[in-house]
């Protein structure tokens, strides 16, 4: 104030926790409020407060959401897991489709859950495990069987780490080896009815050059009976 005197204009906000608004005194306050309207409501303004919110938003989401249980079941994952903001969904449905209304198709609802899960797990740094993460990385585990497969998929934000999905198998066998029977929950040691089971792995592998000569034959026959 005492190098630029009369040069500069102040105005004190109404709200007492914000700094004064400083402007240069050749200008009309007229143009002061038209250049900072110009500013508060730029694309990149508006942009960037939405981003704000929508941070905001999943993080509340996040420490709101109920725990999933160790290891997770097939019913938790479906009735009772977390899903992401209701705001961050229409966001991106809006932006798919580039128009504002509640109908959308399947297809855009389906990606654009996906997305919202990758974002929700990215937000909070990996700590919000979503059902997408874990029931794709299941999925790709035994699909393929392939560790790298995993790896790439999870770098890009989709699933959960190879390492994590080992560690969810392992307390699904632990689980299993806890209980008084290995039988599943579902299924029940009375009132079954009879069940035949046969299964043929038959392998022909004359023509492979590791498998030269070779023929695989695997037969079997299960057949269960009424437990009463």
């Not at 999925?139 to 780490?161: D, E, K, M, P, W």
Request: proline share 4%; with cysteine; aromatic share 8%.
């Amino acid at each position: 104030m005492a190098h630029f005197g009369d040069k500069l204009s102040y105005w004190l906000p109404q709200t007492g926790n914000k700094s004064e608004l400083v402007f240069s005194s050749a200008i009309d306050v007229g143009e002061a409020v038209e250049a900072a309207f110009a500013a508060a409501t730029s694309e990149k303004r508006i942009l960037h407060k939405a981003a704000v919110i929508l941070h905001r938003q999943i993080q509340a989401a996040w420490l709101n959401s109920p725990h999933l249980p160790w290891p997770p079941k097939a019913c938790d994952l479906l009735n009772s897991a977390p899903t992401p903001p209701s705001e961050l969904c229409d966001f991106l449905h809006q932006t798919i489709t580039g128009r504002q209304g509640s109908s959308v198709s399947d297809r855009v609802r389906r990606v654009g859950a996906s997305l919202a899960a990758d974002i929700c797990v990215a937000a909070t740094n990996g700590k919000w495990i979503m059902p997408k993460h874990l029931l794709l990385s299941m999925a790709l585990r035994h699909l393929t069987g392939s560790a790298q497969v995993l790896t790439f998929i999870n770098r890009f934000g989709h699933c959960q780490s190879y390492t994590k999905v080992l560690e969810i198998e392992t307390a699904i066998g632990t689980l299993i080896q806890t209980r008084d029977s290995l039988l599943p929950s579902n299924i029940s040691w009375s009132g079954n009815i009879v069940a035949q089971l046969c299964w043929d792995n038959f392998d022909v592998t004359e023509q492979m050059r590791s498998g030269l000569g070779t023929t695989h034959s695997t037969h079997g026959i299960m057949i269960h009976v009424n437990c009463y």
